[in-house]
């Protein structure tokens, strides 16, 4: 069955430094990949999506993710980070049975 | 086009009494999928529907919870003789279906926030 296992459920970086989110995975099959962003008190928001295409995808407010089969990851980064990318973000996978599957979820905590 | 909407966005009910939970998915999309989330432990799925069937209801709790979307009107998420365990964030996600999730993946509401004194 897939899986997606988050490293790490707070990370904190200063405003400006890059931010680094992890995520592995765990499909018998190539996956569907997706990063959501949740700010407080709101739905989720798609970020960004692996679906084969191409391993590094490029998402919204600046963010990006690689996949990299040899190592079974999809980490999402920022190169700079801003106080508004303060929220909790969740990797996920899509199973066979058409079901998405969510990591526990990191929070991202950004220092001024 | 709104998005998936969902209410009420708060509730609050003591402890016996039953919560129902609306979602009315996004225009034209007719698979609804609903999700607990508890603090620390992300969300975790509870049931999918399309219209007047459940595919698939593995992460429904046995008893007191179940799930309907009817042919017309939104999908409802209800909880009988609610207890404080049952406390927590309920989202609803809709899609076009499976061709079309796992390309554009779900679009997510605001959720119900319940809380059970």
């Known amino acids: 069955a897939q899986s997606v296992t988050q490293l790490g459920s707070h990370v904190s970086v200063s405003e400006g430094a890059l931010v680094l989110l992890r995520c592995n995975y765990s499909s018998s099959v190539p996956p569907y990949l997706f990063w959501y962003v949740q700010y407080p008190n709101q739905g989720l928001q798609l970020l960004l999506k692996y679906t084969s295409a191409a391993t590094l995808v490029k998402g919204i407010n600046g963010f990006e993710a690689e996949f990299k089969k040899s190592e079974t990851s999809f980490h999402l980064t920022k190169p700079s980070a801003h106080m508004s990318d303060a929220a909790e973000y969740f990797c996920?996978?899509?199973?066979?049975?058409?079901?998405?599957?969510f990591g526990k979820g990191t929070r991202l905590h950004i220092l001024p | 086009n709104a998005g998936v909407m969902q209410n009420p966005r708060h509730l609050v009910r003591r402890r016996g009494q039953e919560a129902r939970l609306r979602c009315s998915p996004m225009?034209?999309?007719?698979?609804v999928y609903w999700y607990r989330q508890l603090p620390e432990e992300g969300l975790k799925f509870m049931v999918y529907l399309q219209k007047e069937n459940i595919i698939d209801e593995s992460g429904m709790p046995k008893e007191r919870f179940s799930a309907e979307f009817p042919k017309e009107g939104p999908s409802i998420l209800r909880i009988q003789q609610v207890v404080r365990g049952d406390s927590a964030a309920y989202f609803c996600?809709?899609?076009?279906?499976?061709?079309?999730?796992?390309?554009?993946?779900?679009?997510f509401g605001s959720g119900t926030r319940l809380t059970v004194v």
């Open positions: 996920a996978v899509r199973n066979r049975d058409d079901k998405i599957i």
């Open positions: 996600a809709s899609s076009l279906g499976p061709r079309d999730s796992h390309i554009r993946g779900y679009t």
């Open positions: 225009k034209g999309h007719s698979h």
